[in-house]
């Protein structure tokens, strides 16, 4: 063969191969997912900062060469704007950063979720940031099928206690049941440094039991720091087979809140009720702080067995002696 045609044959593989790791280097990974990825850009991101989000999402496989295919064009860091964009699978260099010069950002919404709330609060949270009607996104709650290992309990029905309280951040257009799979996720996430499994060991109890026992303590506690002491009052009367008497549990079976309950409240024909029932109620009744979790996993070591909210409502008087507790009781006005 002419040494020229070969020359000039192996020069085409090689071009061909520069070309194919280019293009391999610029095409988004998130076409092997098959799926959109979503890139948060923030003030002060750099081209830098943003082709290595760009590469984390998968949206690119080299964050060098997206960043030289940027100079090369002309782009600068004063010329992306802030915001949250989604990329389609293969979008290329050149779209990526039109979108990004452009500003054409994923409107978005929010929703905050405070510790406690129970699953018709959270849906009225959610309906005011989302739109999504609440019966629609209660309808969604009130479903286990999400694929989370700890929602297979046989004794869960819905998934109240597991849609977790934070700020999430959600894409216009979002579905109910995206956004309690995303809550239900982020439970999973914040709940991975507890020892779920020694608490279980430990205490006797399930996942699902300890999550209702933190929604106690949520509810009950006055403060962060007596959590732990809420716990060991709750497990002591457990253990002692007497009635828990937590009037949360009777507000929970109303389905109303009440500023004081009557004592035709107490008698109310409930499994939540905890001044008929002995043990803990079928489930959680709010969706628990982290803290909380922690309290009823690692609870305080006490022979407490009352507790009472004191006069300044910043603290509860704690005894395991019935007299005391009333004292405190009458001291209190309550």
Known sequence: MDPTVLGLILLAGVAAAVYFIYTSAVAGGADEAG??????????DTLSTVAAKLERAGVIK?????????????????GIKTGKYTFDPGTDTNAILTKLTAGRAVPSVSVTLPEGLTLPETARAVAEGTGIPAGEF?????????????LEDEAIETTEGYLFPRRYDFEEGVTAPQVVDRMLGQYLIET??????????????????????????????ANAGERPV?????????RRDMPLQIDATIQYALKRPKESLSYADLKVNSPYNTYENTGLPP????????????AAM???????LYYVLK???EEHFFTNDYDAFLRAKEAAGR
Do not use: M, W
């Open 311 to 313: 006069a300044d409502g």
């Open 230 to 238: 809420i716990a060991s009052v709750i497990y002591n009367r457990i």
């Open 35 to 44: 799926r959109p990825a979503s890139v948060e850009v923030v003030k002060g």
């Open 138 to 150: 209660e309808s969604a709650a009130r479903r286990t099928d999400y694929g989370y290992a700890f």
């Open 283 to 294: 489930g959680p009744i709010c969706s628990p702080s982290l803290q909380s979790l922690q």
């Open 62 to 78: 080299s964050a060098l060469v997206f960043k030289v295919e940027a100079r090369v064009e002309g782009n600068s860091d004063t």
């Open 192 to 221: 991975e440094g507890l020892d779920i499994a020694g608490a279980k060991g430990r205490l006797n109890l399930t996942e699902h039991e300890l999550v209702t026992v933190a929604s106690l303590i949520e509810k009950e506690s």
């Open 298 to 304: 690692d609870p305080a070591r006490t022979d407490n």
